[in-house]
């Protein structure tokens, strides 16, 4: 700083000085130059009238220039260094210009430390380029005071992060110092040097500013008694503003508002907090980025100044720009609908500020369906909505932007919602599906934006392709999406589908069935998928003038058929859907589109992604042995269990005989071992698949020889005949006396009359003797004795038998069938003592005859001049006639009934 002049005069005289040393020194060449004020390498331009005050506890120098400096041309540089008790505490420059030579220079500082404690001295010298004086030192009075108690300065002084600082700790008499620090490790470097006996320094870098407000600097020292004592005090330390990134414009032509970055946290807090101000204006809200002012607009460019400020320093910022190109308008306001249609709608709203209206604007309308339309027009305030979506809730936000200089668009509004009306609903997606003899029409669901309306019912017609104005209707209601129809699947038919809401119907979507031909089959391809779908391409078809048909649904379980319609520029297509499962086979089915029906192309099965199969897959697992060998068997693997494919089966025999038998077959339900041993085996079938093998399932396998089987099998049946005849015997033993009525039933005895039964007692009757015939039922009675009275007459009856019971009946001599004849006699003499037992052939009844006499005998004693003659169906009439003939007294039998006489009345 240059002093004040006290004399007028005095300037005047030096000016003269200066001028005339200048022109002495421009008329010398520069070498001459060079050596007046360098000789022999020292610089003799150096300060003069150096003098040292303290005023208000600051140190004040002052100093003059040696007229040899008049000479420089250049800017002359002073270098200044403070002492305290011979360490150096603080440096600085000053500058002096040219027109500055010549005149006193000023400079002051103010100590950390007060004066009264230490003494403080200042160097001085002069420096051009690489040439320097020689120091001068001016040293204050010599600081002499001592505290009562630890002081440690400065106090309460704010610091630069990253500045080295030196703090001062001054001890009372009778204290001895330990050591100074600085609290929360907010310093490096750190270290204390003793000034002299009762002053000591902290000098050390601020790296960090401190969580809290301040740091606090100890000072610990020691009294004579021993005791610690500490003091200490608090600096903060902090940054100057970091804001940046100015930028000014204006919203509404009548102020200007400027943003910026504001900078990171000085961390001075209510300390020192920033200041901010705008165009020498203070500003409200600096601290959140953001300042205005009432100007006056104007077309042209101009400085836009901002300053933050703290007491560490200050930042200015400065953004130079033309106001009537950086208007941000605001945001429209009461947007509302005028206009309201099934596919088109009109919008209207305002502006806060009243010149927008003389401005070119565009504005773009964003609607919730993710398009957005643009438009501009001189004070805009209206847009029109095409193309949208019948029975549909949109909602609508605007912003705008001038359309010259496009600067900023402003906020958007708030939004607005409207419905449109309802409209024909779109065309169904339909496609058909052949199982079981059965047609399934099935389609797509409308989605909300294709319904136009709420669908109430889809509507199904079919007719035959060579009467199609014949058609049968009917309704499908919500939310069955298909229908199944038992048609003819050799004819082609033509079905149509309608989907009808509140007040209109769809246009119909028809589809032609093709007819099943078993000669038409494709052949069935296999397909790895990927990415959970399936890469699916095909050969182009001539035929295909509509595009493609791609559908797919599972092997097993509930086959629901999904579709995917393709162009017929393309021959390939990334199959997905949310319904696909890994572990599940899926048919895929390629059609061509037609005009009429659709062509099956290709069909392909596979997996979106193969799992391993589990274990047990094989139930039941079933050995049979044949000789030495063992067949395993299996139920064929059901597709909901094949979770991948399978290639092949492997039978492992676990006793240490490794693979028995494998096949690469996939429809084999059987594995044999061979040439085993006969012994004990544990048999392991696996499915080969892209997993390896899995599926593992165990079956033990005891294999016998011949013999012990063939030993096996007679046990078997023996056991089991035994067991039915003991199961027979005990059925017989308890139902006894039931199936002796049953096949043994009570034989009734005859009906006789008393008159007979005398009349026989009257004669002699003879024995009859009967030959058995071959075919003639045999059961053996008792033969009852019949006594004859001989005065007793005969009548010409017999006593027949027939199914229901006895009578008495006239005798017919010339009966078909001769009577079995019964010799009569006198007495029963000629019989045996033993009982005599006497056959009658009778299909329905057997008389059994037994004489009473139960005298003992050998055997019967038949009449051998008169036998009965054999023959192969009963007894012969001719010998029965010529028995009567003999002996008049014969009583007769019948061969089939026994004839017994009645009186009759």
């Known amino acids: 700083m240059v002093e004040n002049m006290r004399k007028f005069p005095t300037v005047i005289l030096r000016r003269l000085t200066m001028i005339t040393w200048m022109l002495l020194f421009s008329l010398l060449s520069e070498s001459t130059q060079d050596g007046n004020t360098r000789h022999n390498g020292v610089f003799h331009c150096e300060p003069q009238n150096m003098r040292l005050t303290t ?3 600051k140190i004040l120098l002052t100093w003059g220039d040696d007229p040899e400096c008049l000479g420089v041309p250049d800017v002359l540089m002073y270098e200044l260094v403070v002492l305290i008790a011979e360490e150096q505490v603080h440096n600085d420059q000053v500058a002096v ?3 500055q030579i010549g005149f006193n220079h000023s400079w002051n500082w103010t100590s950390d430390l007060p004066l009264k404690y230490a003494s403080h001295s200042v160097r001085l010298r002069s420096r051009y380029k690489n040439y320097t004086s020689e120091w001068k030192q001016e040293q204050t009075a010599t600081g002499t005071n001592i505290p009562e108690s630890i002081k440690v300065f400065p106090r309460d002084r704010l610091f630069k992060v990253g500045n080295r600082v030196t703090f001062y700790c001054v001890l009372p008499v009778g204290y001895s110092f330990e050591k100074m620090y600085l609290s929360r490790n907010s310093g490096t470097n750190m270290t204390n040097t003793m000034i002299n006996n009762h002053t000591y320094a902290l000098t050390v870098n601020l790296s960090k500013p401190p969580k809290t407000s301040c740091t606090d600097v100890k000072c610990q020292a020691r009294t004579n008694d021993n005791k610690t004592d500490d003091h200490g005090a608090c600096a903060y330390i902090g940054y100057i503003p970091g804001d940046n990134n100015l930028s000014c414009e204006t919203r509404d032509l009548q102020s200007v508002e400027c943003l910026w970055n504001v900078g990171k946290d000085t961390h001075l807090g209510n300390k020192s907090p920033t200041a901010y101000h705008l165009l020498g204006r203070k500003c409200a809200d600096g601290s959140k980025g953001r300042c205005s002012q009432k100007v006056q607009v104007s077309v042209g460019e101009r400085n836009w100044t901002l300053t933050a400020q703290n007491h560490l320093g200050t930042v200015e910022l400065t953004h130079r720009v033309d106001l009537t190109k950086r208007v941000h308008m605001f945001a429209p306001e009461r947007v509302n609908t005028s206009v309201v249609n099934s596919r088109n709608v009109s919008l209207e709203w305002g502006w806060k500020v009243q010149q927008y209206s003389n401005l070119n604007i565009t504005c773009q309308v964003n609607v919730s369906s993710g398009e957005i339309n643009t438009i501009s027009g001189i004070g805009l305030n209206f847009a029109v909505l095409d193309d949208l979506i019948p029975y549909w809730t949109y909602t609508v936000v605007v912003r705008c932007r001038t359309s010259q200089h496009s600067w900023k668009w402003s906020e958007w509004s708030s939004n607005i919602t409207f419905h449109t009306k309802t409209d024909v609903p779109d065309a169904l997606d339909v496609w058909m599906h052949i199982m079981d003899n059965q047609i399934i029409i099935t389609w797509k669901m409308l989605q909300a934006n294709q319904s136009h309306g709420h669908i109430i019912n889809h509507e199904v017609t079919w007719a035959h392709t060579k009467t199609p104005e014949r058609k049968n209707r009917t309704k499908v209601d919500l939310p069955k999406d298909s229908l199944a129809l038992s048609l003819n699947t050799k004819e082609e038919y033509i079905i149509g589908v309608t989907a009808r809401n509140k007040n209109f119907s769809s246009p119909t979507s028809t589809i032609t069935i093709p007819t099943v031909n078993p000669a038409n089959r494709v ?3 296999r397909i790895l998928g990927s990415d959970s779908g399936f890469n699916l391409s095909w050969s182009a078809s001539p035929t295909a003038s509509c595009g493609y048909i791609v559908d797919w649904c599972p092997l097993s379980g509930e ?3 999904e579709w995917l319609k393709v162009p017929p520029s393309e021959t390939s297509v990334n199959i997905f859907s949310k319904n696909f499962k890994d572990g599940v086979c899926y048919l895929l089915s390629i059609y061509a589109c037609t005009q009429g029906a659709p062509v099956l192309l290709e069909r392909k099965e596979g997996y979106v992604r193969e799992k391993r199969i589990p274990k047990d897959l094989f139930k039941p697992l079933i050995w049979t042995q044949v000789g030495s060998d063992v067949e395993i068997s ?26 028995c038998n494998r096949t690469d077959d996939p429809e084999a339900t059987s594995l044999t071992a061979r040439n085993l041993k006969y012994t004990s085996y544990k048999f392991m079938v696996k499915a080969q698949t892209a997993f390896g093998e899995c599926g593992d399932t165990t079956i033990t396998a005891i294999l016998n020889s011949q013999t ?3 030993i096996e099998i007679v046990i078997i049946a023996l056991v089991a005949v035994f067991g ?12 006894w006396t039931c199936i002796k009525q049953k096949v043994y039933p009570p034989i009734p005895k005859p009906v006789l009359t008393d008159k007979w039964l005398a009349s026989l007692g009257k004669k002699s009757c003879h024995p009859l003797r009967v030959d058995l015939c071959h075919h003639s039922e045999v059961q053996i009675m008792g033969f009852p004795e019949l006594r004859c009275k001989s005065d007793a007459p005969m009548n010409g009856h017999v006593f027949t038998q027939t199914p229901k019971g006895y009578y008495n009946q006239p005798l017919k001599r010339n009966s078909s069938t001769p009577p079995l004849i019964l010799p009569t006699t006198t007495n029963w003499s000629g019989l045996p003592s033993s009982p005599f037992k006497s056959v009658f052939s009778n299909p329905s009844y057997d008389l059994i005859m037994q ?6 005998n050998s055997g019967p004693d038949f009449h051998e001049g008169r036998p009965l003659e054999r023959c192969s169906s009963g007894y012969q009439p001719q010998s029965l006639m010529n028995q009567l003939q003999e002996n008049p007294e014969t009583l007769f039998c019948d061969p089939t009934y026994i004839l017994l006489p009645h009186s009759s009345k």
Request: charge should be negative; include cysteine; proline fraction near 7%.
């Open 55 to 57: 005023p208000d506890q």
């Open 708 to 710: 012990d089987y063939l």
């Open 523 to 525: 052949n069935t391809s």
């Open 724 to 735: 039915l005849l003991s199961v027979n015997t005990i059925l017989c033993f308890r139902h």
């Open 559 to 561: 086959c629901r058929v």
């Open 97 to 99: 210009t040219p027109g």
């Open 634 to 659: 299996w139920n064929p693997i059901p597709l909901r269990e094949q979770t991948a494919f399978i290639t092949g089966y492997i039978l492992h025999c676990l006793d240490n005989m490794g693979i």
């Open 851 to 856: 004489s009473v006499d139960h005298q003992t």
